[in-house]
């Protein structure tokens, strides 16, 4: 049942602490990421010299932060591929290229489809699945389970951050093992990740200020979502969620694209939701939303508590608790989750059967 919650989309935004603690837990011996238990040998991350995500939605999103991530941390080229797209597009795939699908249910057949045509041209598949034994998961070479337990609500969360939280490990496995991280730092990052159920704890405790927020955005009939690098990585996912579960048109925007095109859509009152949680790209996405802010837009800021020392007083400002900036999508993304599932709430719809969606998407 709902365990008391009005929905299961707000149940299962606030199990996200104790899933991302039961999807780490066994794959962390001694302070360091360990596949054992998986069966997934190390020479998977250290025989491929490149690295392709298939999936579709809120699972492909998950794929774009792990890309960033393997990117700037390991070093690895590492694409995300549309799962409906991917044979289709000619992509580039041999026994050097290791193939990832991700997927909550395991069963999305675009994602299945995607799996089966990488392996023919002979790539190796590993995929990120919550449901045990799931046909994706049968036809891959190798299985990372996700521990979200049922995700019964359309709208995925726990599904989402679960997802995040194996590709952490697989970063740190990563770099460890191609030598870009020594043991103490694999160690460091390691110990970062197990702070996260923690500080998504305090996150879900802030929910009331993020309820008062999602009041003020209820009318709205456009929304546009505005971040760089990471953060534009989770408002795609943000975004895609307020859409799915509060019908409003919303879009994510690299910040940095604005003025070539998008900022024409801006006047008095439009909600624009950004996040700031990356130092080195804090002070060209203030000023991108002072641009927009001077055309009359309504700023929701969700900002990192140690980036937030001199702010415009004009802004809506949640502070998310601090991590490594690394790891800030999670707290970031339980905030943009929970602004979603207010926003659909309070318009009094049925959260957790969006019209048109299905959980399982088993149509090509
Ligand atoms: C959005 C959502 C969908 C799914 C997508 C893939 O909230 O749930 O975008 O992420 O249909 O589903 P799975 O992960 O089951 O392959």
Redesign the pocket.
Known sequence: GKNGYPFYMEKEIMEQPEAIRNTIKDRIVNGLPDFTSDGVPDSLFTDCDRICVV?????MHAGLVAQALVKSIVHVQMDVELASEFMYSDPVIDEKTLVIA????G??ID?LEALKYAKRQGAKCLSVINVKGSSIARESDYVLYTAAGPEIA???TK?YTTQLSVFYLVVAKMALLRGVYTEEQTKSFIAELERVPEVMQKVLEKRRDIHVIAKKILEAKDLFMIGRGLDYSILLEGS??LK?VSYIHSEAYASGELKHGPIALITTNTPVVATVTQEKLMSKELSNIKEVKSRGADIVLFIKEALSGDLDTEYQVIKLPDMQDEFMVLPASVALQLLAYYVSSDKGFDVDKPRNLAK??TVE
Do not use: H, N, R
């Not at 999936?55 to 699972?59: E, F, I, L, N, R």
């Not at 991700?102 to 249910?105: A, C, E, N, P």
């Open positions: 999936a579709c939605g809120t699972a991700v997927s909550q249910s069963e999305t994602t359309v709208a995925s599904a895609l969620k799915e399982v998407v």
